[in-house]
């Protein structure tokens, strides 16, 4: 496999919500444009969504970072937050420390993590209080794949 | 169902144009956006009383949203609308509230989103 097989795109995510989700709308766009299957598609675009919204809800914004390969798609977000204290809690259905504000724009329902652990092959949570919080993801464009 | 047909038994308003030929089996209510993602294995209508631009973008993340339909009155600002418009989702408003649009589509034999549980 060459170098030319890969592509990879960075999306900055910025702290604003009038905007939260354009960085996954232009993932969803370039994987469209590379002709990704739909269903593979909308299991990264609610992922890196769900990812995208973490990082304005409780960061300051952050970075996606992009790879696609001939055999699986994997992003990585990045933000300088506060870090996650207690991955267990975080991962538990409903669970949210999101602020009132951030709830009544209809964020904050604590299913941002499992809903991405529902729609992935591979999950990482790479966390530091007080220095940030770093997600990775991938998903598989063949399972025959998965172990090579 | 026809849309329109949806649109009929809500006493709904198309609030952008309208597109022929969506057909709707499934529905899902929600306002908090990961709950509306976690329903989504579907294609479906959503029926929301949330309507700043995050719920058009959920639509547009999730695939599986043909259509919106924002409950008691409530109405999306004209960038929302253009932005459902340019992406191909309807969106539809009706003066009744969630319960009463739910009621009458269960009634109407629209079917809940099937769930899958751990």
């Given amino acids: 496999m060459t170098d030319s097989d890969y592509v990879r795109v960075k999306f900055p995510i910025e702290k604003d919500f009038s905007t939260a989700g354009n960085a996954s709308s232009g993932l969803k766009k370039l994987l469209k444009a590379v002709g990704i299957p739909p269903e593979i598609m909308r299991k990264i675009a609610v992922a890196s969504f769900e990812a995208e919204i973490n990082a304005i809800a409780h960061a300051n914004g952050g970075e996606m970072d992009v790879l696609i390969s001939p055999n699986h798609i994997t992003v990585i977000v990045k933000d300088n937050g506060p ?20 709830r009544n724009m209809g964020f904050g329902a604590g299913m941002g993590l499992p809903n991405i652990k529902k729609n992935v092959d ?7 209080l007080g220095v940030g919080t770093t997600l990775t993801f991938t998903v598989y464009l063949n399972k025959k794949n998965e172990s090579t | 169902m026809e849309l329109d047909n949806i649109v ?57 949203i043909l259509a919106i339909i924002f409950v008691r009155n409530k109405l999306p600002t004209p960038n929302i609308i253009d932005e459902a418009e340019h992406l191909n989702i ?29």
Avoid: H, W
Wanted: hydrophobic share 40%.
């Fill in chain 1, 83 to 102: 870090g996650i204290p207690d991955i267990k809690l975080a991962m538990t259905p409903g669970y949210s420390t999101a602020s009132e504000e951030v």
């Fill in chain 1, 122 to 128: 591979e999950l990482k949570i790479d966390t530091e």
């Fill in chain 2, 8 to 64: 009929n038994i809500i006493d709904g308003q198309y609030l952008t144009k309208k597109i022929q030929n969506i057909n709707i089996q499934y529905a899902g209510a929600a306002d908090l956006m990961s709950d509306i993602l976690a329903l989504t294995d579907q294609p479906m209508i959503l029926i929301t009383g949330l309507c700043g631009i995050q719920v058009v973008r959920t639509a547009e993340m999730s695939g599986n």
């Fill in chain 2, 90 to 118: 309807p969106l539809i408003k009706t003066k009744l509230s969630m319960f009463e649009t739910c009621g009458l589509l269960y009634e109407n034999n629209i079917k809940p989103v099937p769930l899958k549980y751990d």
